[in-house]
């Protein structure tokens, strides 16, 4: 894979390899320009060696592929990245919107990097993401963040290297803001991982779920070419990657609006096609788009993992219509039983609210019992959170914060029930998994299996990265213990 280089004042490829670093098209020269400006300029400001960058990510994967994209640009401009806020010379904190909880959080942690402006002046405090995309949250970053530099949203990370840019020139705060629905595909990618990583397809969502800010801050869906996607996929493959996952808000509906003719399943297809020994996930699914044809693709296919992320977010088709989410419990529950019927030992998570404005504890019951029948293998679990400018944020609540509180509780019970009965009927049953890393906490390596369950087994580090046969010995809870074969 190739590599931009600086040299003698001006950035260009380079030829020398780096796993982790992807390039579709190279970057428009106006780009490099200011990148290499960023470059000079930073040189000279840097506290150490070399300039360095603090990139905090808050939220989803979506934000983790941006995140990459920053990365990738600024090592372009020479940056090397730290995981101390205090060493930085920039810092940047990459923010979530969806729910009030992961606001305050970045309020919080955004409040205390005034110390760090304090004890260094030079630093540069940059926000960007989901949270930047509001107005009324760029408004109060500006008055009452004033040691905040520069503040860009979601459309403009192709700008980043202009607004960076702006701000060291001009020495004032930048705050920018567009609509620019475009897809660049000549942003690098440094991605966090060389084994395993993430590839966007699509962007943005047109689903309106009452509840939910993400239209609001991504704006509406977009697909990148097939072109685009099954190069980098085959250029991740070649550079040793084992785990691949398509990203997107909606996957299942890949494709709309190209002109090519190319649904998500004939997309997955052709990536299976790629030869290599590797995995592919996707997410997220919507179940209204959940087709038979994409099961079927699963079933029929090699490298696709046996794992199906599909968020109902309620049992109860009275609140799924509250949420204009377009499906019934039936609908989805067909779905559920069509992959269960095709995918043997199919692996089905999913995301959850409780409390949703109107909700009943007899609505919640049916959640509940839903959770019981699919038996999902792990849950994400939220309270409802009002997101102002949604629908759902005008619907009366009847239920108290207290009452959601409880039913939250009773609902990470019985998950813990399930998952625990699927993790202690695994045991004795032989696994692949891929070893991702080192449990800090008890020296074991942590490795996942094919339907993203994770498998703690004594072994050596070296092993990172690869796929491995294990022997499962013991279930806790939802994590599996096991021994290399
Ligand atoms: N309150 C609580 N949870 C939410 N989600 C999205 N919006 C909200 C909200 N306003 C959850 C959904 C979605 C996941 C990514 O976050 O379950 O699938
Ligand atoms: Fe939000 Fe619904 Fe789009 Fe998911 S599908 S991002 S929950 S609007």
């Given at each position: ?59 989803c ?12 640009m ?8 730290t ?9 940047l ?10 606001e ?5 942690n955004?409040?205390a990097?005034?110390?760090?402006k ?18 009324a949250?760029?408004d ?6 004033p ?14 290297p202009?607004?960076f ?36 397809i ?8 009452s ?7 991504r ?8 072109d ?5 996929a ?15 808000q909606?996957?299942?509906s890949?494709?709309?609006?190209l ?15 790629i ?25 029929e296919?090699?490298?696709i993992?046996k794992?199906?992320?599909l ?10 219509k ?13 779905i559920?039983n ?16 409780v ?24 849950l994400?679990?939220?309270i ?6 949604t ?78 046969e ?9 994590i ?6």
């Open positions: 894979m190739l590599w931009y280089i600086i040299k003698n004042d001006t950035i260009t490829l380079g030829e020398y390899a780096l796993s982790n670093f992807y390039q579709y098209k190279e970057m428009p020269q106006k780009r490099l320009e200011y990148l290499n400006i960023i470059s000079d300029i930073m040189n000279v400001r840097k506290r150490g060696d070399k300039p360095m960058a603090f990139i905090n990510t808050y939220g994967q979506q934000n983790v592929a941006d995140s990459e994209k920053i990365k990738g600024l090592s372009v401009a020479g940056f090397d990245f995981e101390k806020a205090e060493d930085a010379d920039f810092i904190f990459n923010t979530c919107a969806i729910r009030e909880h992961a305050d959080r970045v309020f919080g955004v409040g990097l005034k110390n760090i304090r004890r260094h002046p030079s630093v540069i405090i940059a926000l960007c993401g989901c949270m930047m995309e509001q107005k949250v760029a109060r970053i500006y008055k009452s963040y040691f905040v530099n520069l503040v860009f949203g979601t459309h403009s990370i192709a700008r980043f202009e607004l840019y702006n701000l060291l020139v001009n020495s004032k705060r930048v705050f920018g803001s567009c609509d620019d629905n475009t897809i660049y595909e000549d942003i690098p990618i440094l991605r966090d991982k060389d084994f395993k990583g993430w590839l966007s699509m962007y943005g969502c047109d689903n309106f779920c509840y939910c800010i993400v239209p609001y801050v704006g509406r869906e977009r697909s990148r070419s097939s685009a996607i099954i190069a980098e085959k250029a991740m493959i070649e550079a040793g990657y084992k785990e691949i996952t398509l990203l997107g909606n996957v299942n890949y494709g709309k609006g002109k090519e003719d190319i649904s998500f399943s004939e997309l997955l297809r052709r990536i299976d096609a030869e290599g020994d590797y995995l592919i996930r996707f997410m997220t699914s919507h179940p209204k788009d959940c087709t038979r044809e994409l099961i079927d693709t699963i079933a296919s090699t490298h993992s794992h199906l992320h968020p109902c977010q309620s049992g109860s088709s009275k609140i799924l509250a949420m204009n989410r377009r499906y019934t419990r039936e609908k989805y529950l067909d559920i069509y992959a269960k019927e095709r995918i043997p030992d199919v692996s089905i998570t999913s995301d959850i609210i409390g949703f404005p109107g909700e009943t504890y007899e609505d919640f019951c049916e959640t509940v019992s839903l959770i019981r029948e699919v038996g999902f293998t792990s994400f679990t939220f409802y959170s009002r997101r102002p400018g629908p759902a944020a005008k619907m009366p609540d009847v239920a108290t914060e207290e009452e959601k509180g409880k039913w939250f509780t009773e609902l990470l019970k019985v998950q813990e029930e399930i998952a625990a009965s699927r993790c202690k009927s695994m045991v004795g049953t032989t696994e692949r998994v891929l070893v991702e890393e080192v449990n800090k906490k008890n020296g074991l390596l942590s490795a996942r299996t094919s339907g993203n369950i994770i498998v703690e087994v004594p072994g050596d580090e070296s092993m990172i990265g690869s796929f491995r294990v022997k499962i010995t013991e279930a806790r809870n939802w599996l213990r096991g021994e290399f074969i």
